[in-house]
């Protein structure tokens, strides 16, 4: 009951913070000098899938990533994850990186088909699963580093996926919520922060709605929605189960990480540019957030997908229901809120006429536009915009009571291509967004830590290895797939050291000095063509030229024993 209480009490202070965010104030400032507050977490982040390897091992269960990078067509250059990092064997030497960046916490995720193969408890434990993250916790424990574990990280067993359709099945919630207490059981007590989903926007959207991801299906229209649904439900019932039953004993929170770029209205002047900019992040961080912080839907999203589903003939809106009960319950279910943000869009009006069919993006009535100024290292979708990082935090701030913020991933890419360990665009791209973060904490946003995605270079789903976002540059051509630093390394252990930018003159010498300590990294990965070849020589090549020699030698002593015969 006081439990309760304070919920309740917290809700009424989250509605009465709430307001309406100035869009006119866009203060594109000048650097800010400073530091954070005492205490501040500064991280890296991973998954499983990207990283772990080893997806056959040890007991492990198919995953629908699996399946899905198995396919022909589906991955860049039909890349898998098979072997990826192979973080399944490497950790401790990863745990050791990060004790030498100095850092706080260190968040990944758990593969829910290598502890539990089937997806169901009642069917199987694997223990070697259990094991392998039991030691991965103590490892980071030992080494003083948080870990911040995610429960689910897109990488459903495909069993679920074959026999009830994954995620558009309401039965997920409850398998999902035995997956979420064996994790409490056995890790929960040195496991203080838990994430529930990432990107539940990216698992609806571009796994139900584009096919992009695994599953790959194309509901169109409807499955986004469905699928949206059903892991908000078992976001809040596994927040519950764990406030009932392991919150007095294990003292953690429950967060879940939600990714969003922020929308600037093309025009701040024009009120159809404002409502436009407002319905993009409504449609993209507020269909998770305000449910989880309000009880319901968006009122503008239940608006435009109730009036084009009528206008499609539909009976009811494509935008499932939540009865008052269900209101109740999924509201005021979040600890703490992770924030995943990579860029900015302009938004503008553009209305798309109920005849274009029914689809998440013609839902929104909107375009999306981006200036061609802005530097695009990497990915196609991901331009440096670092003033729309302060802007969404204080939307957040502004729209949900100012709740606990950890930044749960942020970063850039390269090209493959790109080779040079010397990355000047990723240590401005930190300096510039964290710096952004600095000035949004300085208006009052309660952000508590910051993780830079990612630790190591990974499996880029549907992008194969072809987009690297690692601090550290990970050689996927040699089988030991060994790590090299990049100078952005050196830069973000520099940000951790002085928790933040103390001053002028020693930030502008910490990316000079970066480059300087690349260039021993760049001389290494040069010749690690040639240590992958001579590898070759050693493992194939001798023993073949070996084998060789004895079956002459067994030819010749049979030729000069039937001579002699």
């Not at 977490?41 to 056959?56: F, K």
């Not at 502004?398 to 913020?405: A, D, V």
């Not at 240590?531 to 493992?539: D, L, S």
Request: net charge neutral; with cysteine.
């Amino acid at each position: 009951m006081l439990r309760t209480g304070i919920r309740l009490l917290a809700l009424a202070l989250c509605v009465s913070a709430g307001g309406d965010f100035d869009w006119t104030k866009n203060e594109k400032t000048s650097f800010y000098y400073g530091t954070f507050p005492t205490g501040f977490s500064w991280g890296v982040g991973s998954s499983a899938y990207q990283t772990e390897g080893a997806w056959n091992t040890d007991g492990k269960g198919m995953s629908i990533w699996d399946v899905f990078a198995h396919k022909k067509g589906k991955i860049s250059s039909n890349e898998t994850g098979d072997s990826s990092c192979e973080g399944y064997y490497k950790f401790k030497d990863d745990i050791n990186l990060m004790k030498e960046m100095k850092l706080s916490h260190y968040r990944f995720s758990v593969s829910w088909p290598r502890i539990l193969p089937s997806g169901l408890r009642s069917e199987h434990v694997n223990e070697k699963g259990i094991r392998y993250y039991s030691d991965l916790i103590d490892l980071l424990l030992d080494s003083k580093i948080t870990p911040v574990v995610t429960l689910y990280h897109w990488d459903l067993p495909q069993v679920l996926q074959e026999k009830y359709g994954g995620w558009q099945n309401a039965s997920m919630v409850g398998y999902f919520n035995e997956f979420a207490n064996l994790c409490f059981e056995r890790f929960g007590n040195r496991v203080k922060l838990w994430i529930t989903f990432n990107n539940p926007w990216s698992i609806s959207v571009e796994g139900y709605e584009t096919g992009e991801h695994a599953p790959g299906l194309r509901t169109r229209g409807s499955g986004a929605y469905k699928a949206a649904h059903h892991i908000i439900k078992a976001h809040a019932k596994v927040w519950h189960t764990y406030d009932m039953k392991w919150r007095s004993k294990q003292k953690g929170l429950i967060g879940i990480s939600l990714t969003a770029d922020w929308g600037e209205p093309v025009d701040v002047s024009n009120q159809r540019d404002v409502e436009a900019a407002e319905r993009y992040i409504h449609f993209y961080l507020g269909w998770f957030a305000t449910p989880l912080f309000h009880g319901d839907y968006p009122a503008v999203m239940k608006e435009y997908i109730g009036r084009k589903s009528g206008q499609q003939g539909l009976g009811a809106s494509r935008l499932p229901v939540f009865s008052p009960q269900e209101k109740s319950y999924v509201r005021g279910t979040v600890d703490f809120l992770g924030l995943g943000h990579y860029t900015t869009r302009y938004v503008t009006q553009k209305n798309y006429p109920s005849g274009f069919g029914d689809s998440y993006f013609a839902d929104r009535d909107l375009a999306e536009l981006v200036d061609p100024k802005w530097p695009d290292p990497g990915s196609e979708w991901l331009y440096s915009v670092p003033w729309g990082f302060r802007r969404l935090l204080n939307f957040v701030k502004t729209q949900y009571g100012n709740p606990m913020i950890y930044v749960t991933e942020n970063g850039v890419s390269e090209k493959m291509l790109c080779t040079d360990l010397c990355d000047d665009w990723r240590m401005q791209y930190f300096r510039e967004y964290i710096n952004e973060l600095l000035k949004a904490v300085r208006d009052g946003v309660n952000v508590k830590g910051y993780t830079a995605w990612s630790l190591l270079d990974g499996f880029e789903w549907d992008e194969g290895f072809s987009e690297r976002f690692g601090l550290y540059f990970v050689d996927f051509r040699n089988k030991n797939k060994p790590r090299f630093p990049k100078a952005s390394v050196q830069f973000y252990k520099r940000i951790i050291s002085s928790n933040g930018f103390p001053s002028q003159r020693e930030v502008e010498s910490w990316k000079r000095k970066a480059v300087e300590t690349c260039s021993s990294s760049n001389q290494l990965l040069a010749a690690d063509p040639l240590i992958g070849h001579m590898e070759m020589v050693t493992e194939i090549v001798v023993p073949t030229v070996c084998t060789l020699c004895i079956l002459l030698s067994a030819v010749f002593f049979m030729f000069l024993l039937r001579r002699r015969l």
